[in-house]
Every structure is written in C-alpha cells, then in structure tokens.
C-alpha cells in the first residue's frame, strides 16, 4: 500500500457508499485509477466488505456482555471459532493475563445472554466465565480510522 491507497482508504473507510467519481474527484486522482486501487485492495484483502453502521440499540440490542473465557486443554482456537459464529458475538479475542479469551457480545435481554453464558458453560472445554456486563456506552466504533 502507498499513499494513493491510504488516500482513497480514508475516503471509504468515511463513507463506503461514494462513488468513483467522488473519490476520485476528492483525491485528485483519476476514475479509473481509483477502480483499480479499490479492486486490488479488495483482492487483497485490504477491503474485507462493505455495510451500513447500525445503531444496535435501536435495533434492540442494548445489553453489552464483555465475557470472559478459561479454556482447558489446548482448545483455544476450537473454542473461539465456535462462539464466533454466533451472531451476537461482535469480537473473540485471544488476551494475556487470567483469561484466554474475550468475548464482546450484544443482547436483546438479561435471558438471551443468560443462555448464551449457560451454553459457554456447557462446552467441554471451557472451564470458567467471567461476565461483565457494560451500564452505558460512551464509544462503540469498531471501524478503522486512517
């Protein structure tokens, strides 16, 4: 990546839904460089997708669970690419210190997280939880700024 790609990065990562045009017209750059940057950053990988930015509260989802996780017996990667299909799960982490992992999650209530710690519990290999669960949230913006 050079600067052009950072250039036209930091016009999608502000609003996915420009146009050639507008980004080229933005960076100084011409239409058709800009289609091949932005496909070859897609290629690689640079550019996982694009979507819109919910407000998951209004959507329902206004109970943030940080979860943490003790995994036994060398599972770790197993056990996190399992919970990371559910779709509550924002992020799986693996992290230093007492717990191997953390979840970050969203419920729409107190039962919904409730069955999702009970069914961690269950797995064969975790053998401990540990749930926070947030009172408010002053920043949730899990977008990249360049």
Same mark, same amino acid.
Request: proline share 1%; hydrophobic share 45%; net charge neutral.
């Given at each position: 990546?050079?600067? #052009?790609?950072?250039?036209?990065? =930091? *016009?999608?990562? !502000?609003?996915?839904?420009?146009?050639?045009? *507008?980004?080229?017209? =933005?960076?100084?750059? @011409?239409?058709?460089?800009?289609?091949?940057?932005?496909?070859?950053?897609?290629?690689?990988?640079?550019?996982?997708?694009?979507?819109?930015?919910?407000?998951?509260?209004?959507?329902?989802?206004?109970?943030?669970?940080?979860?943490?996780?003790?995994?036994?017996?060398? =599972?770790?990667?197993?056990?996190?690419?399992?919970?990371?299909?559910?779709?509550?799960?924002?992020?799986?982490?693996?992290? #230093? !210190?007492? @717990?191997?992992?953390?979840?970050?999650?969203? &419920?729409?209530? =107190?039962?919904?997280? @409730?069955? &999702?710690?009970? @069914?961690?519990?269950?797995?064969? &290999?975790?053998?401990?939880?540990?749930?926070?669960?947030?009172? !408010?949230?002053?920043?949730?913006? &899990?977008?990249? #700024?360049?």
């Amino acid at each position: 990546m050079d600067d #052009t790609d950072i250039r036209i990065l =930091r *016009e999608l990562a !502000g609003d996915a839904r420009l146009s050639y045009n *507008e980004i080229a017209r =933005r960076t100084g750059l @011409s239409v058709g460089t800009v289609a091949t940057r932005v496909r070859n950053l897609e290629k690689q990988g640079v550019i996982k997708g694009y979507g819109a930015v919910l407000d998951a509260e209004k959507m329902g989802y206004g109970l943030v669970a940080i979860i943490e996780l003790v995994i036994s017996k060398g =599972r770790l990667g197993e056990v996190e690419r399992e919970v990371a299909k559910n779709p509550n799960v924002y992020g799986v982490y693996d992290v #230093t !210190g007492a @717990s191997d992992a953390i979840v970050i999650a969203r &419920f729409k209530s =107190r039962e919904a997280l @409730s069955m &999702f710690v009970k @069914s961690l519990l269950a797995s064969e &290999f975790v053998d401990r939880t540990l749930t926070h669960v947030a009172l !408010g949230t002053v920043k949730e913006d &899990f977008r990249l #700024t360049i």
